[in-house]
Structure formats: structure tokens, C-alpha cells
């Protein structure tokens, strides 16, 4: 069973269009989260939804919307696709701060999906 | 704001060795967590260690140990038997309690000759 699964894994479009990413994680998880890994693999966090409200929203553009329809799920709506945009995003999730989590992983990462903007 | 650096881009290191990754950290918090995170070529983002800066006793997991300096705001991590599955990009990363997330820092690649 995968804690946090995202879909697509790899997502190939062109300029202009919008696309999604979902994010489901079956642990009971109160928060989630959107990082972006970008071609340098540097890694900087988008967003954060505790209980489907958003509780950080880290100067990202008005093109890319998160939205959770209930605390399992976090899906990244993203239009007017930019070729910036380009990178690995990650979904993670814990259980609320990361203090309070157990040790094994306060932070549950999804696999990534690499999008691709031509 | 809180910053997190890794100055070394890449290193080497013979199997079975030791090798030790560097971190340091800016904050003006007292009470925050310090986490090294491993990323295979498989992309996966692999929890490797934890230290909370409350404790004084460095964090230990099998081969891996840090070396948490709070006054030198150092936080570096020590693979010791190195072995060809430790080869992957590691982040180091901070995060307070004031909020959950992360701030990593620009990661270094670790390769493993056999």
C-alpha cells in the first residue's frame, strides 16, 4: 500500500494548457503538502493544507491552485503552463507539525511527477 | 528567515569508508528540528535521520550519525561502511515548530566507488 500517491508520474505538455496533479495519502494524515524540485534540484515548498485549509502559500503564482476536497486528498491545478514550470513536484504529508510526528517519518513524501512543459 | 546551506556540490567516497556531509543552518529560533533527507535516482525522498535541537545527544540510525553544533549552527551528517546503495543526492533540512515546513538546502551528491 502506498502512503502518498500522486498521478501522473511524468506529465508531458505543451505551453498555454492547464493541468492537474492529484495527490491521495492513506494515513490519517491531518497535513499536506506541494514542493517543487526544480532542474537544479533544489526543493522549495508551494503550499500546506491542514484539515483542507491552507496554512501556507509560499509566494507561488495565481496560476497554480491547490485544492483539497477533504484532508486526504491535495491536487495541484495548474494553468497557463509556462515552460518555468518545468520540475519534479512532490506531494508530502505528516501527521500535523513535524515536532509532534513519530520519528520513523514526519514527513511522507509521494514519488514526484516530473512535468514537462514544451 | 530561516536558511539552510550545503557549500559542497558533490563528493567521493571509497566503499567501506566514512565520509561526512556538511550542513549548517541560520535561525534566530530555540526550538526546531534538523532532518537529512537521501534522494536515489529513483527520486524517492528517503527520511534519514532526525535530531531535535532540545537534545544534546547526537542522533545515531545504524551507519548514519550526525554532529549537531547548536552554537555553530552545524548539522553534518556521517556515513560510516559506506556502501554502494548510499549513493544519492542528501538534503539537509530545518524546520521550527511554529509551522510544518521544511526548508532544505541545495543537497549534495554523494557517489560510492567500489
Known amino acids: 500500500d502506498t502512503a502518498v500517491s500522486q498521478t501522473p508520474k511524468y506529465l508531458v505538455t505543451q505551453m498555454g494548457n492547464d493541468k492537474s496533479i492529484k495527490c491521495e495519502q492513506n494515513?490519517?494524515?491531518?497535513?499536506m503538502y506541494w514542493y517543487k524540485q526544480d532542474s537544479k534540484k533544489f526543493l522549495k515548498i508551494m503550499f500546506s493544507?491542514?484539515?483542507?485549509?491552507?496554512?501556507i502559500n509560499e509566494t507561488v503564482p495565481n496560476r497554480f491552485s491547490p485544492k483539497s476536497p477533504d484532508k486526504a486528498h491535495l491536487n495541484l491545478h495548474i494553468n497557463s503552463l509556462e515552460l518555468g514550470d518545468s520540475a519534479v513536484y512532490f506531494c508530502?504529508?505528516?501527521?500535523?507539525?513535524?515536532?509532534?510526528?513519530?520519528?520513523?517519518?514526519?514527513?511522507?513524501f509521494g514519488n514526484g511527477t516530473r512535468l514537462t512543459v514544451t | 528567515a530561516q536558511t539552510v546551506t550545503q557549500s559542497q556540490p558533490e563528493m567521493s567516497v571509497q566503499e567501506a569508508e566514512t565520509v561526512t556531509l556538511s550542513c549548517t543552518y541560520d535561525?534566530?529560533?530555540?526550538?526546531?528540528?534538523l532532518f537529512w533527507y537521501k534522494q536515489p535516482p529513483s527520486r524517492q525522498m528517503i527520511l534519514v535521520i532526525r535530531?531535535?535541537?532540545?537534545?544534546?545527544q547526537n542522533a545515531t540510525e545504524n551507519r548514519f550519525s550526525v554532529n549537531f553544533q547548536k552554537a555553530a549552527k552545524s548539522f553534518s551528517l556521517k556515513i560510516s561502511d559506506s556502501q554502494l546503495g548510499d549513493a544519492a543526492m542528501y538534503f539537509c533540512?530545518?524546520?521550527?515548530?511554529?509551522?510544518?515546513?521544511?526548508?532544505f538546502g541545495k543537497g549534495i551528491t554523494l557517489s560510492v566507488r567500489p
Open positions: 508530502a504529508s505528516s501527521q500535523d507539525l513535524v515536532q509532534a510526528s513519530s520519528y520513523n517519518s514526519p514527513l511522507h
Open positions: 494515513l490519517g494524515h491531518d497535513t
Open positions: 535530531q531535535e535541537a532540545y537534545k544534546q
Open positions: 533540512a530545518y524546520s521550527t515548530g511554529a509551522n510544518s515546513k521544511l526548508t
Open positions: 535561525t534566530s529560533e530555540s526550538d526546531y528540528y
Open positions: 493544507y491542514n484539515n483542507k485549509e491552507l496554512i
